[in-house]
């Protein structure tokens, strides 16, 4: 069975148009249909947030909404862990960033940009010490009030701290702490407890125990840490590092603290107890 | 042709009678109607078959359905061996049930994000089953648990890195020596569980003395190498506390496993400083008692040889003792490993006293699955499960031990109860990694039977120790640097999140503390390993 040839009636003018709008109709609902899908980057910081990588990364490259600055920035930061992590996507990252900075910027994203940058270099390639002192050094010198400027801070006082090739213990304790007005400012406590902490885990790694110890030990508890764990072993360290330089009043003021606020499955409860008894013993 | 077409309809006809077969089991099967609107199903998921636990489940579930007629509970027991490969599955495939059991090796942060909700918000809201305790009226959800589930480095519920706690536990364990009180009675004319060191030893003379005179194969110890680490983890921790507190490099009182590694391979300590020499000595001391040919044994066959009566004491977790209790046909009794005294001249130069078991964290957490259909019902059956009334039922039924704050402990548990006031820990060269467990579990030989030595351990050991100990530090280091590197792009997702709403305190500060922190233990770690290499 053959079909009969098919006609087409020729379309009248007013029937043109009517086609013409329907289409026009149409890609205007498709395209809503894009946007309406197109997530928002606010979706992308989300997933990030989360370690979700590689759905943060979708998320920016397919993002409409916000600065165009801010999404480049966010698919460079999903990129640098989206598995498999290769030399070349943290290359490709590296230039994302450097993008970021080439018009000599100094927003939001060109801060973040320049610290990813210092981070790349400490931790995701091979670089050299140098390199890496520098990238942190440029983070500081860029906006030394900004949070990240604090990150960076901290993070160079690890470097000189345990990796600078050319420094002795005294030189590597003394650069660390005077990084102390950023690294170590109330505007991140946490933060700044940890960097101060950091400084008198080092020296006494180091064998080093003196003033120096105890004040950067006392400062970290100023800043108040909210974390109880932390905030009990700061304690028995104010305990034990004062008893060791001979502060009795001092350790056994930090000893009561601790007994007062460690929590119920702090095994150190009882040691901690004894040495207070026998430190409250001995003659002053 | 004719034939063919035969063929073709008698399979259609199979398929079809299958089919119907099916249909008609499936509609007339006894028990709930498959699918009903009306009805809300949460499904729970475990790997604890041990008897009792399930047990403890069900009568919960019953209450709670009891309670609310409206909504179906069902218990999902995976065997241990399958669950790996059951979890992934289930959570990839989007058919995971609603809570499932947590366990931080089994569920990689990765995994947590994903596919799990967090709950810290729900934790810090009131437990409504609890509304008519008046001392819990006014806690949280959180501040309900006795040890109000303050993270630390070995739970489960919280995570460290995401910040958030994923679980609500249900029960506490301990490890425990389960013996046969028959078999001691007869041994020392009493049923009188060993007080210190010495007198478990005089108990395993005693036992193999009357095993001789008796004619009888009954061993003091059952044996596997499972059970026997149950044992010398303690007499480790207990031998070189004040070697540990010595070398605290912290100077937190608590010697970190890290910190265990960067000192031995500081050469500060080894297996031949006296105190971690005594340790092994003490393994040596109880050794020879154990049942021959235990190394080849593993935990099912020792438990096997305690319910046969062929051996008279069981070391194992507590975790065991409701499958004990239920099948042992003779009277059971449990009693912790007794330390030696402190300044015994053989085992307690540096000792300082009992070992605390305080930090002894809740366990058996459910965690909310992201594809739950009913994730609000979900969260309240877990509330229901973990109140004070639900808690001391599962106390009680499973034996484990209770986790909310006023919950009696059941009689039959009391031996189980952690012993807090204790001092901290020492030296256990057994938790210093994966490869150092692995070997002492292959030289545990040297220090059992006749020939048991200390010595022997150490000549044959040493050297191993001093190559495992740096890769275990180099496997730590490159552990951390994945954590580290992706938290440098979490850290940019949460402060996009934050800055708008203040930083300090908030998980961004929190998450940078954590960060600066591990990365001074790593550049510690790499500095050591540089400056410290290993001597041919």
Not at chain 1, 235 to 262: D, I, K, S
Not at chain 2, 492 to 500: K, Y
Not at chain 2, 517 to 522: D, K, N
Request: hydrophobic share 45%; glycine share 8%; proline share 5%.
């Amino acid at each position: 069975m053959r079909f009969p040839p098919t006609s087409f009636p020729r379309l009248s003018g007013s029937w043109r148009r009517a086609r013409c709008w329907l289409w026009q109709a149409g890609l205007l609902l498709s395209a809503a249909g894009t946007l309406r899908g197109a997530p928002a980057v606010e979706e992308g910081w989300r997933d990030l947030a989360g370690y979700l990588f590689h759905d943060a990364h979708e998320v920016f490259l397919r993002a409409s909404t916000g600065s165009e600055r801010g999404r480049v920035l966010g698919a460079a930061a999903s990129l640098l862990n989206d598995s498999p992590v290769t030399a070349a996507k943290v290359a490709e990252v590296e230039a994302q960033l450097r993008g970021l900075l080439a018009d000599r910027a100094a927003d939001e994203p060109a801060i973040c940009a320049r610290y990813l940058l210092a981070r790349i270099a400490h931790l995701h390639r091979p670089a050299e010490i140098a390199e890496i002192e520098a990238g942190y050094r440029a983070v500081i010198a860029m906006a030394p009030a900004h949070p990240l400027a604090q990150l960076a801070a901290g993070k160079l006082a690890l470097v000189l701290l345990y990796q600078r090739p050319d420094l002795g213990v005294p030189a590597r304790l003394a650069a660390a702490a005077e990084l102390a007005p950023i690294a170590g400012a109330a505007q991140l406590p946490e933060t700044g407890c940890a960097y101060y902490r950091a400084l008198a885990g080092a020296a006494l790694y180091y064998d080093v125990l003196d003033e120096r110890v105890l004040a950067w030990l006392v400062r970290a508890d100023v800043l108040e840490t909210h974390d109880i764990v932390t905030a009990t072993s700061l304690r028995l360290q104010l305990a034990e590092v004062a008893r060791a330089l001979g502060h009795r009043e001092q350790a056994l003021a930090y000893y009561r603290q601790f007994l007062a606020t460690a929590v119920s499955t702090d095994n150190r409860y009882r040691t901690a107890a004894e040495r207070m008894a026998e430190l409250a013993k001995a003659t002053p | 042709m004719k034939r063919s077409k035969l063929r073709t309809w008698l399979v259609a006809g199979l398929l079809a009678g299958a089919y119907l077969y099916s249909a008609g089991r499936l509609l007339l099967r006894p028990g709930h109607a498959v699918v009903d609107s009306h009805v809300e199903v949460i499904r729970f998921a475990h790997w604890q078959i041990e008897p009792g636990v399930r047990e403890a489940f069900n009568a919960i579930a019953a209450d709670y359905m009891a309670l609310h007629p409206n909504v179906r509970v069902e218990q999902m027991d995976i065997p241990g061996r399958a669950w790996k490969q059951w979890l992934r599955t289930g959570l990839i495939g989007g058919t995971a049930p609603d809570l499932i059991e947590i366990a931080s090796y089994e569920n990689p942060d990765d995994m947590l994000a994903r596919y799990f909700t967090p709950i810290t918000a729900y934790l810090e809201e009131p437990n409504p089953y609890n509304a008519a305790e008046p001392d819990l009226h006014g806690l949280s959800w959180r501040q309900s648990y006795a040890a109000e589930l303050v993270p630390n480095e070995f739970q489960h519920y919280f995570s460290l890195n995401l910040l958030e706690y994923y679980g609500a536990p249900s029960a506490v364990v301990t490890v425990r020596v389960f013996y046969n009180r028959q078999l001691v009675t007869a041994a020392l004319g009493a049923d009188r569980p060993p007080a210190t060191f010495d007198d478990f030893i005089a108990l395993c003379e005693a036992l193999a003395r009357r095993a001789e005179v008796t004619h009888q194969p009954v061993s003091p110890l059952a044996g596997s190498a499972y059970n026997l680490t149950q044992l010398t983890d303690g007499l480790f921790n207990a031998a070189s506390q004040r070697d540990a507190l010595a070398m605290d490099i912290s100077r937190d009182l608590e010697m970190t496993r890290h910190e265990a590694l960067i000192n031995y391979v500081r050469g500060r300590w080894s297996l031949t400083t006296p105190d971690v020499r005594a340790g092994l000595q003490t393994v040596e001391a109880f050794g020879r008692y154990m049942a021959p040919g235990w190394s080849q044994l593993n935990r099912e066959d020792a438990m096997l040889q305690f319910l046969q009566g062929r051996a008279a004491m069981l070391a194992t977790g507590t975790w065991d003792a409701g499958g004990i209790l239920r099948q042992a046909d003779f009277p059971v009794g449990a009693f912790r490993m007794p330390a030696f005294r402190p300044g015994d001249p053989k085992y307690g130069r540096g000792m300082l006293g009992p070992v605390s078991e305080a930090n002894t964290f809740a366990t058996m957490s459910f965690g909310l699955t992201r594809t739950s259909h009913h994730p609000e019902r979900a969260i309240d059956f877990l509330r229901f499960l973990t109140s004070r009334q639900s808690n001391a039922k599962f106390s009680r039924i499973s034996t484990w031990l209770p986790v909310i704050k006023g919950v009696p402990v059941p009689a039959v548990s009391a031996a189980f109860r952690p012993v807090e006031n204790g001092y901290v820990g020492g030296i256990n060269i057994r938790f210093l990694g994966s490869r150092a467990n692995e070997v002492l579990l292959q030289h545990l030989y040297l220090l059992s039977g006749q020939g048991a030595s200390a010595d022997a351990y150490i000549a044959g050991t040493r050297r191993l120790y001093d190559e495992i100990n740096r890769e275990e530090l180099v496997r730590l280091a490159r552990v951390n640097l994945g954590t580290l590197r992706q938290k440098d792009s979490v850290l940019a997702g949460i402060f996009q999140l934050e800055r708008g709403i203040g930083l300090a305190r908030g998980k961004f500060d929190r998450l940078a503390a954590n960060q600066l922190t591990v990365e001074a233990e790593r550049l510690q770690t790499l500095r050591t390993l540089a400056d410290y290499p290993l001597r041919p």
